[in-house]
């Protein structure tokens, strides 16, 4: 017997179909698993569920009664509560104030009594929370459970996770599991969102994987297995740490680094110390990755060498190696090098930064293609001339661009608000890498982007690292990072846990350091260092 | 997110009369808004017992096909093109400069400065001096306001409103002390030296050359902003201060920067003032220019040429303002009533406007930028 | 010694005039942008109050329906305020603006219809001495103001505590904090939003009627003369805390009671000077709480909920 069961759900923006007559059964008391990659529709299905959004079609039935879901309110009266990839607490709020929010109150809140109650459901469940706490003093993983509090404490029966471990690191993400385990035993019922094959393989019951809005297949897990998901995800073989071959005249990096951190401190916005001491080289084609849960460090350590950040202590240098020098001639090199202008430069070294947030740091959306394109050169030339800018100039700049780069754009007036996320970065890319910089920074370069646009980004990079480029490459995307790098380093509360050679970084142990390699199998994790440490510090 | 179809982008202008019809929907707005104001308007004469059309007919017949009226118009129009442009510019960049008003008495008081000074220079040189003075003064004014937002998170809404008083009651303290006229009957200054007059230019009316300054202004403003790179600059740092900041634009700077322009063009509207039509300063010798001024850059949607006619139109109230008192017993408050609705339905048709293109996601994303306006820039610079 | 009572007590009478519209409007200011709606058309709406106070007390001879005009007029206003940010998602500057501006406007060709003859003397609030205090030597004066003196000292710890301990306070600060969290939570952030803003003109709306029908006893253009805008100086400078904003707001007023007196002594200084004073007041204070003062994080940001 189904349980929770949709019916062609459909829902349209505008000409984009999210959800494309979706049908979906779910079980009782189960863990199903709806996996799909970015973009494929998952977050906006379950944004129908939980009432955020409501569709354009088809019908959602609970035992077999037909009901709408007008509103969070209401999905919550159904027993139907979701736990957003972005929890949905207010920081400034306690713990005990967002759990009751919302619920059905009198005008006097006696809030010692709730504190008390929340304390004691906590202790139910294996939620440990404290409930005078105020949010955003919270780590992550507290947060998490205060998040999943919150539904229980609605007495919901049908548990809605989007990407719950995004946040975690790996020895969070264990213990998270066992809570999951826990509230199905309780006779809970679970809908879990991911793109993380073990996760599913490890916990769910039934698994349904979405595809460009479309269910593709729905089965039991035991039924599959994790290289038949994969395919059924991508629609494609998918092979994992696949690595480009270096060529063979750059097989041995530059011995003089182009890039030479020592000691570096910097401080974060509330003027926190989030990077601590860190010391690196970085050699003229070469990519370095850093791995880590997201904020240990990674904008501040990123803004600092680009120079947008003071820094607190330490130095960052660029020695300028005489032999890394990029040639306009690098065979093979689809960029337009000719006549582009040079980028930001730091002490003569041209520097290219892909940001993290493409739209509110990359771009400014409500420009042209064009001008978007010379959002770092406009005083150059060919841009600007005697105090006036060069509008052929720029337009035809931006036409080699949007050939060069593959921007689906059928002209350079186009504003970036217009384009997809992965039109958006392309413009981007086709910005930073222009006049071949010395040193690419990128930070979460595909995060957001489907598997085309991915691959695009990677390849690109991939490309400039072997164009003699040095490349910091930046991603809490574990798997990603590790495919990328010629050397890895794991960022954990603001320093350098260890910096491993591409070859010697496994998933298991780059997980372990994550967390700052403070668990049980710390040993394994020393083991592993002390071969790693010969070939990576230099 | 997957590509949508390429049929169902926007297509960029191409041909005349698709360029027609995108001007038709930048200008839809405003005029609606003209119009619906003007028609509350009507039905406030309505309520006041007076006719409409009596009331309208008398208003723009004597300001737009009078000698005098026109002259009157010209002369209620040059300050508020002036300090419009002030605050337009100050929009281009994402700030509010609310102290036009403030601005345009600081600036008079600096023309008065110089043209009390520097007695018997030749007029090509004291004239400029002078206007060069009201710049100075209003555009220091204002760049505190800039300052105040960039070093210490201050927005510069509130504090330029209270700097509006501020420079109003020291303005009114000078004509009353250092500056006042011996043994004038009401606070005023002497009059400034001749040579720092700005010329009249319709004989036996208070016109004055001041509307060619606004006028010239309002067309290099037009041509800085949509062709220099400073214009370019400016429009970064109001669209998208976090990516201009990635862009190694210093933030800040353009903020005081384009804060002091602000102010120093509303400072040139008090200069106008003070050289062009009463040759001395006066206490309170605003009366609210600074406030029409942000109707009419909103009006404007950002567009220095449309602020000419918007202007104009805001003068041409102001000047048949009274004779539609006398002739239609009408009081002449109701233009300030007219005034203050053109901005609340600007307001209205804009959102109505952004609704309708609401429909596809892709523009949703850019309508969904946070308002860059008003919010303290967490840019250090 | 007399004499420096007398001073003094009159100062503090003085104070307390000066304060009440202040903090009406600046209470008003607090629950909306606690809502999350920026609204610097305080300055419109206590202008409204006043003008909507003068017209029905003069034409009723009642001061108390005009007290009752100025709120309900004023609640429409925050009403229009509510329906520009919340459903069509102005920016909120400009909202708040047009209120300024449409409102001065207004009401000034309202008053030359109702008022032709300039300023007309109106039916004023009466003092309501409470019993056996309002005897008591020298303190005694201060136990014989007007029933909205003694409304606001009621509505301050009231206000505080519902801020803070109840459910409608709760569900204020989380749609002000992050609206989202309180959609999802079942909260609906636009009848929170639009409840805060009509409540914020009501109390504007006190404020202009005192102004009117209590410290100035006629309606003049303009009357409210930046009152709003100092309010929203003294929410600032209160950190968006009730009882913190209603001490800005006797500082502001103490401030302009004592420029009063200043003059009202012959003191030499420059009497513009003495007119700057609240507002130099104003800015200095603003200037000293700069970056110490969090807004609401979700502030002048419009919200809905089909958007990421």
């Given at each position: 017997?189904?349980?929770?069961?949709l019916?062609?759900?459909?829902?349209?923006?505008?000409?984009?179909?999210?959800?494309?007559?979706?049908?979906?059964?779910?079980?009782k008391?189960?863990v199903?698993?709806?996996?799909?990659?970015?973009?494929?529709?998952?977050?906006?299905?379950?944004?129908?569920?939980?009432?955020?959004?409501?569709?354009?079609?088809?019908?959602?039935?609970?035992?077999?009664?037909?009901?709408?879901?007008?509103?969070?309110?209401?999905?919550?009266?159904?027993g139907?509560?979701?736990?957003?990839q972005?929890?949905?607490?207010?920081?400034?709020?306690?713990?005990?104030?967002?759990?009751i929010?919302?619920?059905?109150?009198?005008?006097?809140?006696?809030?010692d009594?709730?504190?008390?109650?929340?304390?004691?459901?906590?202790?139910?469940?294996?939620?440990?929370?404290?409930?005078?706490?105020?949010?955003?003093?919270?780590?992550?993983?507290?947060?998490?459970?205060?998040?999943?509090?919150k539904?229980?404490?609605?007495?919901?029966?049908?548990?809605?996770?989007?990407e719950?471990?995004?946040?975690?690191?790996?020895?969070?993400?264990?213990?998270?599991?066992?809570?999951?385990?826990?509230?199905?035993?309780?006779?809970?019922?679970?809908?879990?969102?991911?793109?993380?094959?073990?996760?599913v393989?490890?916990?769910?019951?039934?698994?349904?994987?979405?595809?460009?809005?479309?269910?593709?297949a729905?089965?039991?897990?035991?039924?599959?297995?994790?290289?038949?998901?994969?395919?059924?995800?991508?629609?494609?073989?998918?092979?994992?740490?696949q690595?480009?071959?270096?060529?063979?005249?750059?097989?041995?990096?530059?011995?003089?680094?182009?890039?030479?951190?020592?000691?570096?401190?910097?401080?974060?916005?509330?003027?926190?110390?989030?990077?601590?001491?860190?010391?690196f080289?970085?050699?003229?084609?070469?990519?370095?990755?850093?791995?880590?849960?997201?904020?240990?460090?990674?904008?501040?350590?990123?803004?600092?060498?680009?120079?947008?950040?003071?820094?607190?202590?330490?130095?960052?240098?660029?020695?300028?190696?005489?032999?890394?020098?990029?040639?306009?001639?690098?065979?093979?090199?689809?960029?337009?090098?000719?006549a582009?202008?040079?980028?930001?430069?730091?002490?003569?070294?041209?520097?290219?930064?892909?940001?993290?947030?493409?739209?509110?740091?990359?771009?400014?959306?409500?420009?042209?293609?064009?001008?978007?394109?010379?959002?770092k050169?406009?005083?150059?030339?060919?841009?600007?001339?005697?105090?006036?800018?060069?509008?052929?100039?720029?337009?035809?700049?931006?036409?080699?661009?949007?050939?060069?780069?593959?921007?689906?754009?059928?002209?350079?007036?186009?504003?970036?608000?217009?384009?997809?996320?992965?039109?958006?970065?392309?413009?981007?890319?086709a910005?930073?890498?222009?006049?071949?910089?010395?040193l690419?920074?990128?930070?979460?370069?595909?995060?957001?982007l489907?598997?085309?646009?991915?691959?695009?980004?990677?390849?690109?990079?991939?490309?400039?690292?072997?164009?003699?480029?040095?490349?910091?490459?930046?991603?809490?995307?574990?798997?990603?990072?590790?495919?990328?790098?010629?050397?890895?380093?794991v960022?954990?509360?603001?320093?350098?846990?260890?910096?491993?050679?591409g070859?010697?970084?496994?998933?298991?142990?780059?997980?372990?350091?994550?967390?700052?390699?403070?668990?049980?199998?710390?040993?394994?994790?020393?083991?592993?260092r002390?071969?790693?440490?010969?070939?990576?510090?230099? | 997110?997957?590509?949508?179809?390429?049929?169902?982008?926007?297509?960029?202008?191409?041909?005349?009369s698709?360029?027609?019809?995108?001007?038709?929907?930048?200008?839809?707005?405003?005029?609606?808004?003209?119009?619906?104001?003007l028609?509350?308007?009507?039905?406030?004469?309505?309520?006041?017992?007076?006719?409409?059309?009596?009331?309208?007919?008398?208003l723009?017949?004597?300001?737009?096909?009078?000698?005098?009226?026109?002259?009157?118009?010209?002369?209620?129009?040059?300050?508020l093109?002036l300090?419009?442009?002030g605050?337009?510019?100050?929009l281009?960049?994402?700030?509010?400069?609310?102290?036009?008003?403030?601005?345009?008495?600081?600036?008079?008081?600096?023309?008065?400065?110089?043209?009390?000074?520097?007695?018997?220079?030749?007029?090509?040189?004291?004239?400029?001096?002078?206007?060069?003075?009201?710049?100075?003064?209003?555009?220091?004014?204002?760049?505190?306001?800039?300052?105040?937002?960039?070093?210490?998170?201050?927005?510069?809404?509130?504090?330029?409103?209270?700097?509006n008083?501020?420079?109003?009651h020291?303005?009114?303290?000078?004509?009353?002390?250092?500056?006042?006229?011996?043994?004038?009957?009401?606070?005023?200054?002497?009059?400034?030296?001749?040579?720092?007059?700005?010329?009249?230019?319709?004989?036996?009316?208070?016109?004055?050359?001041?509307?060619?300054?606004?006028?010239?202004?309002?067309?290099?403003?037009?041509?800085?902003?949509?062709?220099?790179?400073f214009?370019?600059q400016?429009?970064?740092?109001?669209q998208?201060?976090?990516?201009?900041?990635?862009?190694?634009?210093?933030?800040?700077?353009?903020?005081?920067?384009?804060?002091?322009?602000?102010?120093?063009?509303?400072?040139?509207?008090?200069?106008?003032?003070?050289?062009?039509?009463?040759?001395?300063?006066?206490?309170?010798?605003?009366?609210?220019?600074g406030?029409?001024?942000?109707?009419?850059?909103?009006?404007?949607?950002?567009?220095?040429?449309?602020?000419?006619?918007?202007?104009?139109?805001?003068?041409?109230?102001?000047?048949?303002?009274?004779?539609?008192?006398?002739?239609?017993?009408?009081?002449?408050?109701?233009?300030?009533?007219?005034?203050?609705?053109?901005?609340?339905?600007?307001?209205?048709?804009?959102?109505?406007?952004?609704?309708r293109?609401?429909?596809?996601?892709?523009?949703?994303?850019?309508?969904?930028?946070?308002?860059?306006?008003?919010?303290?820039?967490?840019?250090?610079? | 010694?007399?004499a420096?009572?007398?001073?003094?007590?009159?100062?503090?009478?003085?104070?307390?005039?000066?304060?009440v519209?202040?903090?009406?409007?600046?209470?008003?200011?607090?629950?909306?942008?606690r809502?999350?709606?920026?609204n610097?058309?305080?300055?419109?709406?206590?202008?409204?109050?006043?003008?909507?106070?003068?017209?029905?007390?003069?034409?009723t001879?009642?001061?108390?329906?005009?007290?009752?005009?100025?709120?309900?007029?004023?609640?429409?206003?925050?009403?229009?305020?509510?329906?520009?940010?919340?459903?069509?998602?102005v920016?909120?500057?400009?909202?708040?603006?047009?209120i300024?501006?449409?409102?001065?406007?207004?009401?000034?060709?309202?008053?030359?219809?109702?008022?032709?003859?300039?300023?007309?003397?109106?039916?004023?609030?009466?003092?309501?001495?409470?019993?056996?205090?309002?005897?008591?030597?020298?303190?005694?004066?201060?136990?014989?103001?007007?029933?909205?003196?003694?409304?606001?000292?009621?509505?301050i710890?009231?206000?505080?505590y519902?801020?803070?301990?109840?459910s409608?306070?709760?569900?204020?600060?989380?749609?002000?904090?992050?609206?989202?969290?309180?959609?999802?939570?079942?909260?609906?952030v636009?009848?929170?939003?639009?409840?805060?803003?009509i409540?914020?003109?009501?109390?504007?709306?006190?404020?202009?009627?005192?102004?009117?029908?209590?410290h100035?006893?006629?309606?003049?253009e303009?009357?409210?003369?930046?009152k709003?805008?100092i309010?929203?100086?003294?929410l600032?400078?209160?950190?968006?805390?009730?009882?913190?904003?209603?001490l800005?707001?006797?500082?502001?007023?103490?401030?302009?009671?004592?420029?009063?007196?200043?003059?009202?002594?012959?003191?030499?200084?420059?009497?513009?000077?003495?007119?700057?004073?609240?507002?130099?007041?104003?800015?200095?204070?603003?200037?000293?709480?700069?970056?110490?003062?969090?807004p609401?994080?979700?502030?002048?940001?419009?919200?809905?909920?089909?958007?990421?």
């Amino acid at each position: 017997m189904s349980y929770l069961r949709l019916d062609g759900i459909t829902k349209q923006f505008g000409t984009f179909v999210a959800n494309d007559a979706i049908d979906l059964t779910i079980e009782k008391g189960t863990v199903h698993a709806l996996l799909g990659e970015n973009g494929a529709g998952k977050s906006t299905l379950m944004n129908i569920l939980s009432g955020l959004y409501q569709p354009d079609g088809g019908q959602i039935f609970l035992d077999n009664q037909p009901i709408s879901i007008a509103s969070p309110k209401g999905a919550i009266q159904h027993g139907i509560g979701m736990i957003h990839q972005h929890f949905m607490l207010v920081p400034q709020l306690t713990v005990t104030e967002n759990i009751i929010l919302g619920t059905r109150q009198g005008i006097v809140l006696n809030l010692d009594q709730k504190a008390a109650e929340i304390e004691e459901m906590g202790r139910a469940y294996g939620l440990d929370v404290p409930p005078l706490a105020t949010v955003g003093d919270l780590a992550v993983g507290i947060q998490q459970r205060v998040e999943i509090l919150k539904v229980l404490y609605r007495r919901v029966k049908i548990l809605i996770l989007d990407e719950p471990t995004a946040v975690l690191t790996p020895g969070e993400i264990a213990s998270f599991l066992d809570i999951l385990r826990q509230l199905v035993a309780d006779d809970h019922t679970i809908v879990f969102i991911t793109h993380k094959l073990d996760e599913v393989m490890n916990v769910s019951d039934a698994v349904t994987i979405l595809r460009q809005g479309k269910v593709v297949a729905s089965m039991p897990t035991a039924t599959t297995n994790r290289q038949d998901l994969a395919k059924l995800m991508v629609d494609r073989d998918v092979s994992v740490n696949q690595r480009s071959p270096r060529p063979s005249a750059l097989s041995q990096p530059a011995r003089s680094p182009m890039l030479s951190v020592n000691n570096l401190w910097v401080n974060n916005s509330q003027q926190v110390a989030a990077v601590r001491g860190i010391s690196f080289h970085l050699h003229a084609g070469e990519i370095l990755g850093i791995a880590g849960v997201d904020g240990n460090g990674q904008r501040e350590l990123a803004d600092a060498i680009a120079g947008l950040t003071p820094i607190t202590s330490g130095t960052i240098d660029f020695p300028q190696p005489r032999d890394a020098t990029p040639s306009n001639a690098t065979p093979g090199n689809a960029t337009p090098s000719n006549a582009t202008p040079s980028n930001a430069k730091r002490a003569g070294i041209t520097v290219g930064y892909i940001p993290e947030d493409r739209q509110s740091q990359g771009l400014v959306l409500s420009f042209s293609i064009a001008r978007n394109l010379i959002l770092k050169a406009f005083r150059q030339w060919p841009f600007c001339k005697n105090w006036l800018l060069r509008q052929s100039a720029i337009r035809d700049h931006a036409l080699r661009a949007i050939q060069h780069f593959d921007i689906r754009a059928q002209h350079s007036s186009l504003k970036a608000s217009q384009l997809s996320g992965g039109n958006q970065q392309k413009v981007i890319l086709a910005r930073e890498l222009a006049g071949e910089p010395q040193l690419i920074i990128a930070m979460q370069p595909t995060r957001g982007l489907d598997i085309g646009a991915t691959d695009y980004v990677q390849t690109r990079l991939l490309e400039q690292r072997d164009r003699g480029a040095a490349i910091l490459y930046i991603s809490t995307e574990l798997e990603e990072v590790m495919a990328m790098s010629d050397r890895l380093a794991v960022l954990y509360n603001g320093q350098f846990v260890d910096v491993l050679a591409g070859e010697d970084a496994t998933v298991g142990l780059v997980g372990l350091l994550m967390t700052g390699g403070a668990t049980a199998d710390a040993s394994i994790a020393n083991e592993h260092r002390s071969n790693a440490r010969e070939s990576a510090l230099h | 997110m997957n590509q949508p179809s390429i049929e169902n982008r926007p297509r960029p202008p191409s041909g005349f009369s698709q360029q027609a019809m995108q001007w038709l929907w930048i200008a839809l707005p405003p005029l609606a808004a003209i119009g619906a104001a003007l028609l509350v308007g009507a039905g406030l004469m309505v309520v006041a017992g007076a006719s409409p059309i009596v009331a309208y007919g008398a208003l723009f017949r004597e300001s737009l096909t009078t000698y005098y009226g026109f002259a009157n118009t010209l002369t209620k129009m040059t300050p508020l093109l002036l300090v419009s442009l002030g605050v337009l510019v100050g929009l281009r960049a994402g700030q509010f400069n609310l102290g036009g008003e403030g601005q345009i008495y600081m600036g008079g008081l600096g023309s008065l400065i110089v043209g009390l000074n520097f007695q018997g220079l030749p007029m090509w040189i004291h004239l400029p001096l002078a206007l060069l003075g009201g710049m100075l003064f209003g555009g220091a004014w204002a760049a505190i306001a800039g300052y105040l937002k960039v070093a210490r998170g201050l927005n510069e809404v509130l504090t330029t409103l209270l700097l509006n008083y501020i420079a109003q009651h020291f303005v009114s303290y000078m004509v009353n002390g250092p500056f006042k006229e011996p043994g004038a009957p009401s606070p005023f200054s002497p009059l400034v030296a001749e040579s720092a007059f700005l010329p009249g230019i319709l004989p036996k009316t208070q016109a004055h050359a001041g509307i060619f300054l606004g006028l010239a202004i309002a067309l290099i403003l037009t041509v800085v902003l949509s062709s220099t790179p400073f214009g370019y600059q400016v429009d970064m740092v109001g669209q998208n201060p976090i990516a201009a900041r990635y862009a190694n634009i210093p933030v800040g700077k353009t903020i005081v920067m384009v804060m002091a322009l602000s102010g120093g063009l509303a400072g040139l509207a008090g200069s106008c003032e003070v050289l062009g039509l009463k040759h001395r300063l006066f206490e309170n010798f605003s009366p609210g220019y600074g406030f029409d001024a942000i109707a009419i850059a909103l009006l404007s949607r950002g567009n220095p040429i449309a602020v000419i006619l918007t202007a104009l139109f805001f003068g041409t109230l102001r000047s048949g303002a009274n004779v539609m008192q006398r002739s239609a017993n009408v009081p002449f408050t109701v233009i300030y009533a007219i005034q203050g609705l053109t901005v609340l339905f600007i307001a209205i048709s804009l959102a109505l406007l952004e609704f309708r293109n609401k429909r596809s996601p892709v523009v949703e994303a850019a309508s969904l930028t946070p308002p860059n306006a008003g919010t303290p820039a967490s840019v250090p610079d | 010694m007399d004499a420096q009572f007398t001073f003094l007590q009159d100062y503090v009478l003085a104070s307390i005039r000066l304060t009440v519209p202040l903090a009406y409007a600046a209470l008003g200011g607090l629950l909306s942008e606690r809502s999350g709606v920026l609204n610097i058309g305080l300055e419109g709406m206590v202008l409204t109050g006043a003008f909507a106070s003068s017209a029905v007390a003069l034409m009723t001879g009642n001061a108390w329906y005009g007290l009752i005009a100025a709120i309900a007029i004023s609640s429409l206003v925050g009403l229009v305020h509510a329906a520009l940010c919340v459903n069509l998602r102005v920016n909120q500057l400009v909202s708040g603006l047009a209120i300024n501006l449409a409102a001065a406007g207004l009401t000034a060709f309202c008053a030359r219809i109702l008022f032709p003859s300039g300023t007309v003397a109106l039916p004023k609030i009466n003092p309501l001495p409470i019993p056996l205090l309002h005897s008591i030597p020298v303190l005694g004066a201060l136990f014989t103001q007007d029933i909205l003196v003694y409304g606001l000292l009621i509505l301050i710890p009231i206000g505080s505590y519902l801020l803070f301990h109840s459910s409608w306070g709760l569900a204020l600060r989380a749609v002000g904090n992050y609206p989202r969290a309180a959609d999802t939570a079942g909260l609906s952030v636009s009848w929170v939003r639009y409840i805060s803003v009509i409540l914020c003109g009501a109390l504007c709306g006190i404020a202009g009627a005192y102004l009117a029908l209590v410290h100035v006893g006629f309606f003049t253009e303009g009357m409210s003369a930046g009152k709003g805008f100092i309010a929203l100086a003294a929410l600032i400078l209160g950190r968006w805390n009730p009882v913190y904003t209603a001490l800005a707001c006797l500082l502001f007023g103490a401030t302009d009671a004592l420029q009063l007196r200043i003059q009202a002594f012959g003191i030499d200084i420059p009497y513009q000077f003495l007119l700057m004073l609240p507002y130099v007041a104003a800015l200095l204070a603003l200037i000293g709480i700069a970056g110490k003062a969090t807004p609401p994080a979700a502030l002048g940001l419009p919200y809905s909920k089909e958007s990421k």
